[in-house]
């Protein structure tokens, strides 16, 4: 015999423990708000809004669900004082299976409790009259038809006299015990309904009665629970107990396409107050395929919609607020259907737009919504103490899968409501059976290939990484509607896997590990409600610690400080030992080359007529943001060839050369395709690091030999002149045998490209060029690195150089400046980079992508372009005061007139003065910069370790940036200009000053 189910209240410490976790959760819902809403982040204005809404839409829903978790409570049933006269009331519609009339009729009878049965028979069906006689139900039937269920009880109520009125569904067959835990709540006049759970015996039927099961495990355990305390339990459908005078006094059994949630409403609105015993007495038939399930749903989203617009407003000043707040929220719940049409839209219009919602590095917006993500997953799972059974535990994944699937059914019933269309009441169909559901997958095969459409047309378009993060979520988008699809159809897939032995198999692996994963989950799932409280306060400890303190800043400022103090060390110290050439050349086994004619040298250089710029956008991409889009390079590819630039340096293998070489090829613009030589890559120690280098460029020049637009393969970076390896005879010498035997490999795939190496210029460059073309007589020539973009190279250098030569690396203000502008030319770069943990000056235009005075002077040598007017000269006034960390110290921006200088009061018109603060590495390096403030004067408030700042002041005239000014934040006790800095290291080129 089967027995009722009952779930123990919770006890005070749990209580405690979930309403802190609560707290936690809002915490982190409005750290999760207030960074989403920030200005910085807002990219591409109506996908961003769009994005919002769902964002607050989802945070308004777990509000709700969180609210009905603050007051979880089970009623003790009082004792039984009385006996009350029960009328219990069933229904049925033609169509409905008779097996199910029947053993529902059969367990009602069985009913301990003393009741009388009433079927409801709409079709006045001759067999069920002749079962009602045999069992001794009374059976009843009407011929006028008007309000549905409604009206069908109604009309039982009219030839019944129980005190009590019992209303189940056809489908939930009740246990003998039922009435028992429910009759003796009406020893309280006040109560006019009392409301037990309802559940499901075919759960496992299928994907999708499992699914619709999976959406009311937490509604009818924990949330309706918490209903009791705000006195706002809802009448479900079945296995609701009435009492008569109640129904009485509102007219009946309220009508309408959720009947159910009127009637409560109706009742509540008369001061009647109800309770949910959160109690299985009965099991019933949840929707088991995709018909019967979307007809359900939509009956449901029309009718409660409808109430919300037609009886809310009515009732409202007879609701307590607690009511008003339910019944307000309630029917919201199916506008959910238009925010999952948004999700779809988004990434849909992102990669169709090649637009970006958010301009947010991927790592912060992890670490902003996971907080959130997770406080939402523990809650829920700490509130699964309160479910009836254990099978009802877990994170219901096919119940949202579902549900995701039917948001174009939740989208009608609004719309329906909207412009007054009607539907009829029809029974949720009971017998399993679906011959046909593909039309009611049209609307989500549409979104599944406009999703798949966008994808391809997207990353063809623009193979950017954040196009790919959109084409991620359209991805996800149409896994979502191939799960509704497929288990729509799950009938037909389970009668195709017994078309063969194989097949066969197949489906009988599947559900072994189905059993077995559900032995593993219910054991997760019992560890994390057991510890969800302090997973709970760890996480949002470890966040709080990270938000208030910023250790990655203090750590980044330690490390810093100890840099700063081993740079100043260096200084009084001999400087670092140049490459010991003379000891390279011994080691190769050669002989050093008489440099004493090298001034009579051949003056050879290579790329002639090549005017081109270093391209390093994107490099690093996962933390630069705004996206770097297609849109954004080829505009920079324009400003390029109306600027006389015919060639850039790519550097690759990445993510962009797809876009790059694309967009290059089809404005003309050639490429010299670098290979990038780590600094930390040890060629003695780590042969496999050198072997994974090699391996890398030479499919790479294999990919893209076909690319005819790429005129050169360069391995970039001069690695034998850097850091460590600048030192390291032994490592210079295994470089060399590294280079010779890649750079041979390049020629042997392609000999049609000349292939180059960087040197800096420096004193040992003669020596080194000439002993690398000794060792690798497959380099052409070599690419020219002037560290010091300012500082224009000798000739005498030049013509020393027994290897033919290019600039690879000069400033545009060097360049200028020489007397040679037939060499192919590369200028130090093309933009300003502001990205995480590094900070360059070198580009010819600055982070926001204005020109700067370097540029326009480059356009009128290259793109014969008028010449620009000579620069204003403008310095940083710094205050004759200490720096201490939180004071607040003025500084000024003065010009030079009629040699004077003089302190700025107002911008003369066009003019704006911006202030940038720039934390360094220790090593004068940039690695972090932000915006101060504007205007000619600047109130700063000193930071910590501020010999660890430069202030950086950009004058910006007209919309170019005339000069960048940089400064420390203090005044020295020695005289100390401020200096330029137009220009700065390669971004690639960190170097130790």
Not at 515 to 539: C, D, H, K, M, Q
Not at 914 to 934: S, Y
Request: glycine residues 6%; charged residues 20%.
């Amino acid at each position: 015999m089967k027995q009722a189910l009952y779930v123990k209240p919770p006890t005070r410490k749990q209580l405690i423990m979930l309403r802190l976790m609560i707290f936690f959760g809002l915490a982190s819902m409005g750290f999760f708000l207030s960074s989403v809403l920030s200005e910085t982040v807002r990219g591409y204005a109506p996908l961003y809004w769009m994005l919002v809404v769902t964002f607050m839409y989802t945070c308004l829903k777990v509000l709700h669900e969180w609210y009905h978790y603050l007051f979880i409570t089970v009623p003790p049933t009082p004792p039984l004082t009385r006996r009350y006269t029960v009328d219990i009331f069933t229904t049925f519609c033609a169509g409905e299976p008779y097996e199910m009339i029947v053993e529902t009729l059969t367990a009602i009878q069985a009913i301990t409790y003393p009741h009388e049965t009433y079927l409801c028979d709409e079709a006045d069906d001759p067999y069920l009259r002749n079962v009602c006689a045999q069992l001794g139900v009374h059976h009843v039937t009407r011929t006028d038809k008007r309000n549905a269920k409604a009206g069908n009880i109604n009309n039982a109520l009219s030839i019944s006299k129980g005190e009590l009125c019992v209303v189940l569904d056809p489908d939930h067959v009740p246990f003998p015990d039922f009435l028992d835990p429910i009759v003796s709540h009406f020893d309280n006049p006040e109560i006019g309904y009392v409301q037990i759970v309802q559940a499901y015996k075919n759960h496992d039927e299928g994907l999708i009665a499992k699914g619709a099961a999976q959406q009311t495990y937490q509604f009818y355990g924990p949330m309706m629970m918490t209903m009791n305390h705000y006195g706002t339990v809802l009448a479900i459908g079945a296995n609701c107990t009435f009492r008569r005078t109640a129904l009485d006094s509102i007219g009946g059994h309220a009508a309408g396409l959720a009947e159910d949630m009127h009637t409560s409403m109706q009742l509540h609105a008369k001061g009647w107050k109800s309770v949910y015993v959160p109690a299985v007495l009965a099991r019933g038939l949840v929707p088991s395929t995709l018909s019967a399930y979307y007809k359900q749903q939509l009956k449901w989203s029309r009718g409660v919609f409808d109430l919300f617009v037609h009886v809310y407003p009515k009732l409202f000043s007879k609701f307590t607020w607690a009511q008003r707040i339910h019944y307000g929220t309630i029917p919201l719940h199916y506008l959910s259907g238009f925010i999952f049409l948004i999700n779809f839209l988004i990434p849909i219009l992102a990669l169709v737009l090649d637009v970006s919602p958010m301009h947010f590095d991927l790592t912060d917006f992890l670490l902003v919504s996971l907080p959130m993500a997770f406080c939402v997953i523990l809650i829920r799972h700490f509130v699964q103490w309160w479910v009836m059974e254990d099978e009802e535990r877990g994170f219901h994944v096919v119940g949202g899968l579902l549900m995701i699937g039917t948001w174009w059914i939740f989208m009608l019933g609004v719309l329906y409501t909207i412009s007054g269309k009607k539907i009829p009441y029809v029974p949720t169909p009971k017998d399993g059976n679906e011959a046909n559901n593909w039309p009611l997958n049209i609307p989500n095969l549409a979104v599944l290939g406009v999703s798949l459409l966008a994808i391809v047309y997207g990353l063809y378009q623009d193979l950017n990484p954040y196009n790919l993060i959109m084409a991620g979520f359209a991805g996800l988008n149409c896994f979502f509607m191939c799960f509704t699809i497929a288990a729509s159809r799950q009938q037909q897939i389970r009668e195709f896997s017994g078309s063969s032995p194989a097949l066969d198999n197949v489906f009988k692996a599947i559900k072994e590990l189905k059993g077995n994963f559900w032995i593993l989950r219910r054991r997760i799932y019992s560890g994390v409600r057991t510890s969800a409280f302090l997973i709970t306060v760890l996480l949002i400890s470890v966040i709080v610690y990270f938000r208030r303190f910023n250790p990655a800043l203090e750590y980044n400022l330690a490390v810093a400080k100890e840099n700063q103090v081993y740079a100043l060390s260096l200084t009084k110290q001999k400087p670092p030992r140049q490459p010991d050439v003379p000891a390279l050349f011994r080691a190769m086994g050669l002989r050093e080359p008489d440099t004493s004619v090298a001034h009579t040298g051949k003056f050879n250089p290579f790329f002639e007529g090549t005017r081109g710029v270093n391209y390093t956008k994107g490099h690093n991409w996962s933390r630069r943001y705004p996206a770097f889009t297609k849109h954004e390079l080829q505009a920079d590819l324009r400003q390029m060839r109306n600027a006389g630039i015919n060639a850039i340096r790519h550097f690759g293998p990445g993510i962009y050369d797809y876009n790059i070489l694309m967009a290059t090829g089809r404005t003309g613009i050639k490429v010299h395709y670098t290979f990038w030589v780590p600094e930390t890559l040890d060629f003695v120690d780590d042969q496999r690091g050198a072997d994974d280098l090699s391996d890398e460029i030479l499919t790479t020049v294999s990919r893209l030999q076909n690319q005819k637009h790429i005129v050169s393969w360069n391995i970039g970076n001069a690695a034998i002149q850097r850091h460590r390896r600048s030192e390291r005879t032994e490592e210079q010498k295994q470089y060399l045998y590294w280079l010779k035997k890649v750079t041979a490999a390049i020629k042997k795939i392609d000999g049609t490209r000349p292939v180059t190496v960087d040197l800096e210029l420096n004193a040992e460059t003669q020596g080194l060029a000439y002993l690398i073309k000794q060792i690798a007589p497959t380099i052409d020539a070599v690419g020219l690195v002037l560290t010091d973009v300012e500082k224009k190279p000798e000739e005498s250098a030049l013509r020393g150089l027994a290897v033919p030569f290019y600039f690879s690396y000069i400033g545009a203000d060097a360049f200028a400046g020489g007397r040679d502008r037939r060499t192919g030319t590369f200028i130090s770069n093309w933009q300003d980079e502001k990205i995480f943990e590094q900070v360059s000056f070198d580009g010819l235009h600055d982070y926001a992508g204005r020109p700067k005075h370097s540029f326009q002077m480059l356009e009128s040598i290259w793109g014969n372009r008028n010449l620009p007017q000579p620069a204003t000269h403008f310095k940083i006034l710094k205050p004759a005061l200490a720096t201490f960390e939180g004071s607040s110290l003025d500084y000024h921006a003065i010009v030079l007139q009629n040699g004077q200088w003089k302190v700025i009061q107002e911008p003369a018109t066009g003019m704006r003065f911006e202030w940038k603060l720039v934390r360094t590495d220790g090593f004068n390096n940039p690695v972090e910069m932000i915006d101060a403030g504007n205007g000619p004067r600047l109130s700063l408030t000193i930071p910590k370790h501020p010999s660890l700042y430069r202030l950086y002041l950009y004058v910006v005239q007209n919309g170019v940036v005339n000069e960048i000014i940089e400064s420390q934040l203090n005044t020295p006790l020695r005289p100390e200009h401020a200096t330029r800095a137009v220009s700065g290291p390669h971004p690639m080129l960190q170097q130790n000053d």
